[in-house]
């Protein structure tokens, strides 16, 4: 079992910056990649980045291409997600996630933490 706890959400302005923490505990050997999903209101849930342990291999949405930047501290099982320039339609609740597999399938994040909210004020 892989626990995940997300942190750092918040309120923001439009243009300014946050950063969601992800600290992981539990058996988390087997963990093959590490991804941040989002979810609006009345939206889908949807990828926003990823990244691998072995490698250090990053992968991002289009949407947040620039401006997100995902990283990990492996001494302290935490993967971070530093958000810049900040758009009002990022506000969502904010999902850090364990696969075992691969990278870009959710149905392959098998571990989930609860959440964290971001709104970005205009």
């Known amino acids: 079992q892989v626990q995940l706890v997300e942190s750092g959400g918040g309120l923001v302005q439009a243009g300014g910056s946050l950063r969601l923490s992800c600290a992981a505990s539990g058996r988390t050997g087997s963990t093959y990649a590490v991804g941040w999903f989002r979810q609006a209101p009345g939206k889908e849930r949807e990828f926003v980045t990823a990244i691998t342990w072995s490698g250090s291999s990053t992968y991002y949405a289009d949407s947040v291409k620039g401006r997100f930047t995902i990283s990990r501290d492996n001494l302290k099982n935490t993967v971070y997600l530093q958000m810049n320039s900040l758009k009002p339609e990022d506000t969502a609740v904010y999902y850090c996630?364990?696969?075992?597999?691969?990278?870009?399938?959710?149905?392959?994040?098998?571990?989930w933490g609860q959440g964290t909210q971001v709104t970005v004020s205009s």
């Open positions: 996630a364990a696969s075992l597999t691969f990278v870009f399938r959710e149905n392959d994040y098998v571990y």
